[in-house]
């Protein structure tokens, strides 16, 4: 079966501070892959997708970039937080159908 | 632009009766619609999907309708159990390209009182 994995869970950075966050899934092969954030009591934003490895499509401009250096690993970056990156940040895979699948998630608060 | 609308405020039922949510859109025309159960502090669940040639689809205790003159899709859960409480997001879907990206709801927060 298919398990996505997210860390770390919980990151507390100050302002200015660079950002890697890591998404891998196991149990299959090219899947398409979702970063999105989810502010305080807000909706998902969709961020970054990934349909193979190097291929990176952006959503929304901003200080945030992501990479895919291998089929089952997602990497979303940053140089230099803001205080408005704080959110819930949450990977996605998709395979076959049309449903995706959602890590447990990266609660980011900057300070 | 494409826009969702789910309704903000909670819907606050009582156990065992039907919760019933919307999810209106515009500007653009999904194939597919899908519906997601989030619970606090967790990734959202796929929960159902429906195509635009499809009125009803059922799942146990859910249903889901989507009305594409209307643009509208609704969400219902029969027979409400607490444990049903969450907040459930709709994702209209455009038709088919290689991302298969998703743009969610903003969502709306379903709380079931025993």
């Known amino acids: 079966s298919q398990t996505i994995h997210q860390w770390p869970a919980t990151l507390v950075q100050p302002v200015g501070s660079p950002l890697s966050l890591e998404c891998t899934v196991e149990?299959?092969?090219?899947?398409?892959l979702y970063w999105y954030r989810q502010a305080a009591g807000r909706g998902l934003q969709l961020l970054f997708y990934?349909?193979?490895?190097?291929?990176i499509s952006s959503e929304v401009p901003q200080n945030l970039s992501a990479s895919r250096p291998q089929d089952r690993q997602f990497i979303l970056s940053s140089k230099k937080l803001l205080l408005s990156d704080s959110g819930f940040y949450l990977c996605?895979?998709?395979?076959?159908?049309?449903?995706?699948?959602f890590g447990p998630g990266t609660r980011l608060t900057v300070t | 632009s494409q826009k969702i609308e789910q309704n903000s405020e909670a819907l606050n039922i009582q156990e065992g009766k039907t919760a019933t949510l919307t999810c209106n859109y515009t500007?653009?025309?999904?194939?597919?619609l899908q519906w997601y159960r989030q619970d606090p502090g967790r990734g959202p669940v796929f929960l159902l999907l429906i195509r635009e040639n499809e009125k009803e689809k059922r799942k146990e205790r859910l249903k889901v309708t989507f009305d594409t003159t209307l643009k509208q899709s609704l969400f219902h859960i029969t027979a409400s159990q607490p444990a049903d409480s969450a907040t459930y997001l709709c994702a209209p879907q455009a038709r088919m390209d290689s991302s298969y990206k998703l743009i969610f709801g903003s969502g709306t927060r379903l709380l079931v009182r025993p």
């Open positions: 149990g299959t092969s090219n899947p398409n």
């Open positions: 996605a895979w998709r395979f076959g159908t049309y449903e995706q699948y």
């Open positions: 500007n653009y025309s999904p194939a597919y």
């Open positions: 990934s349909v193979g490895i190097g291929q």
